[in-house]
């Protein structure tokens, strides 16, 4: 497992803009797939971003597609999340996920053994 700390939480208006950060430790961050999920009260976590080791396209929530990107700068341990035109449905705990190796899953958030302890994102109309 790797350890995750997510960063860069906070209120902001609808339509505005966030960039949550997850760094990870470990030398072999790069053979992790990595992704980010939210949680929002009385609903169950969901999918939002992933993105694999092999610099394969990027994978999006289709409730995100088109406002947010993931990136990830393997040198730096980091993976990224730049959220634009944010809306109060965004509202959430947002938590990085990683997992060693090669993944041909659908982003499942069962399938992932490391966990950051997530950040909080308010959007307010």
């Known amino acids: 497992q790797v350890q995750l700390v997510e960063s860069g939480g906070g209120l902001v208006q609808a339509g505005g803009s966030l960039r949550l950060s997850c760094a990870a430790s470990g030398r072999t961050f790069s053979s992790y797939v990595t992704a980010w999920f939210r949680q929002a009260p009385g609903n169950e976590r969901e999918f939002v971003a992933g993105?694999?080791?092999?610099?394969?396209?990027?994978n999006y929530a289709d409730s995100v597609k088109g406002r947010f990107t993931i990136s990830r700068d393997n040198a730096k341990n980091t993976v990224n999340l730049q959220m634009n035109s944010l809306k109060p449905e965004d509202t959430a705990v947002y938590s990085c996920?990683?997992?060693?190796?090669?993944?041909?899953?659908?982003?499942?958030?069962?399938?992932?053994?490391?966990w950051g302890q997530g950040t909080q994102v308010t959007v307010s109309s």
């Open positions: 993105i694999r080791y092999n610099g394969a396209t990027p």
């Open positions: 996920a990683a997992r060693l190796g090669y993944y041909g899953g659908n982003f499942d958030a069962r399938d992932f053994d490391s």
